[in-house]
């Protein structure tokens, strides 16, 4: 089996055919990690996301230093995995931050069910407020696999 780093562009390859990713997060020296939807915008360099208030959005909030990790993987021998290491952004519903919300939103539409599971109901319990938030991208690290020619 070979390992190869992947380079930027093709991380960001793997970002845009990607809507399913696992978000990294810590505090008080305990991480935490939790698969979320989300949308790569290569333009503005983030992945947008929404949530309802819960535990993940209070850590951020914390420590806004994060990571979101994406693979696809055919078998054992043939997988690619894509870091994003970055920093959380609440996207506030203000004049200043109207166009990355519409932006956000028009990403979304184009995912089939794009507000599940974030707004799906969670037996027992009430979560009136949503927030939008974007990581914005500060570094991408990848590899692949395959296995070594005959």
Known sequence: MLIYELNRDECREVLGRSNLGRLACARFDQPYVVPIHFSFDSDR????????????????????????????IRDRDHWMTVLAIGRYEEIQQNPDEAEARRRAEQMFLQRREWWLPAAGKVEGHVHPEVVLYRIQIERLTGRRTTREPD
């Open 45 to 72: 360099n983030c992945v947008y996301a929404f949530s309802t208030i819960g535990q993940k959005i209070l850590w951020m909030r914390d420590n806004p230093r994060v990571c979101l990790e994406v693979e696809e």
